[in-house]
């Protein structure tokens, strides 16, 4: 049965919940499965409508995991949410088709590709057969190279044109338009420049007709326009998801669920959405 997305509001917010010893804000901080439950339930609590459930860091540098390790990782708290009764859909953040072929056992309804379907083509017929969604995002190389001096002509028309290629292709392999999220990809891969040439020319992204995944929470472009460390970059993350907000972007990647629920309501109501 295919699995529809649910809109209750002009915006969802998916709330972070890393199940890694190295991710850039809070590795280590959930590595128990029953902790990692725990905060998932917090964020849905506070109004998160995706959880997103990661196993391998994707900051710049980090080095990849076996997919066995990231299954063991993953899969446990993705049955935990399940069984608690969690009312948030559940995305796992994963380019391996075993990670994702057991997290949509497990019920996940999303899967997250950080490589848009590059690192493992076959989880196209996976979301398919499932019914589920599927997040496409824009990368350069991997996250190990992705910052080594990242170039473009034009930024968002090149993320624009890799976007769209990688849709037609999920589209041709059995997963249905309609189930298509695309994701920029803020800071992979781009400058300070590039992710806010991204954010201001947003509209030009939305054109594509599918919801647009933002994820700048926390994220070291924010400190350096701000000489912010990771943890006081709350503000700036605030005020670069209303600023995409008001240019078309709906879904919000953020590990701060309440205070950006604030933000958007107010952005929302103001704007008349």
């Given at each position: 049965m295919t699995v529809e997305p649910t809109v209750t509001s002009p915006f969802q917010l998916m709330?972070?919940?890393?199940?890694?010893?190295?991710?850039?804000?809070?590795?280590?901080?959930?590595?128990e499965a029953r902790s990692a439950v725990e905060h998932g339930l917090g964020l849905a609590h506070e109004g998160a409508a995706i959880l997103d459930v990661g196993g391998e860091s994707t900051r710049p540098g980090a080095d990849p995991v076996p997919p066995d390790e990231?299954?063991?990782?993953?899969?446990?708290?993705?049955?935990?949410?399940v069984t608690a009764g969690v009312s948030a859909s559940i995305s796992v953040?994963?380019?391996?088709?075993?990670?994702?072929?057991?997290?949509?056992?497990?019920?996940?309804?999303?899967?997250?590709?950080?490589?848009?379907?590059?690192?493992?083509?076959?989880?196209?017929?996976?979301?398919?057969?499932?019914?589920?969604?599927?997040?496409?995002?824009?990368?350069?190389?991997?996250?190990?190279?992705?910052?080594?001096?990242?170039?473009?002509?034009d930024v968002v028309a090149e993320v624009k044109r890799f976007l769209e290629e990688r849709m037609t292709f999920a589209i041709s392999h059995g997963v249905p338009e309609q189930q298509i999220i695309l994701d920029p990809g803020i800071g992979f891969g781009?400058?300070?420049?590039?992710?806010?040439?991204?954010?201001?020319?947003?509209?030009?992204?939305?054109?594509?007709?599918?919801?647009?995944?933002?994820?700048t929470s926390r994220k070291s472009f924010l400190?350096?326009?701000?000489?912010?460390?990771?943890?006081?970059?709350?503000?700036?993350?605030?005020?670069?998801d209303v600023m995409a907000y008001e240019r078309g972007a709906t879904i919000f990647r953020v590990h701060d669920v309440a205070p950006l629920l604030d933000a958007l309501t107010v952005a929302a109501a103001t704007l008349g959405s």
């Open positions: 709330g972070i919940v890393n199940v890694t010893p190295d991710s850039f804000s809070d590795g280590g901080r959930y590595l990231e299954c063991r990782r993953v899969i446990p708290v993705v049955e935990g949410l953040d994963t380019s391996k088709a075993l990670v994702a072929e057991r997290a949509l056992a497990a019920g996940a309804t999303i899967i997250n590709d950080v490589t848009a379907l590059r690192g493992a083509p076959e989880i196209a017929e996976l979301v398919a057969q499932a019914g589920a969604q599927l997040c496409l995002m824009h990368m350069v190389g991997t996250p190990r190279t992705m910052q080594k001096d990242p170039r473009y002509e781009k400058t300070v420049a590039h992710n806010l040439e991204l954010i201001r020319r947003l509209p030009e992204l939305v054109a594509l007709g599918r919801p647009l995944l933002i994820g400190g350096r326009l701000t000489g912010r460390d990771v943890h006081d970059r709350l503000p700036s993350t605030i005020a670069a």
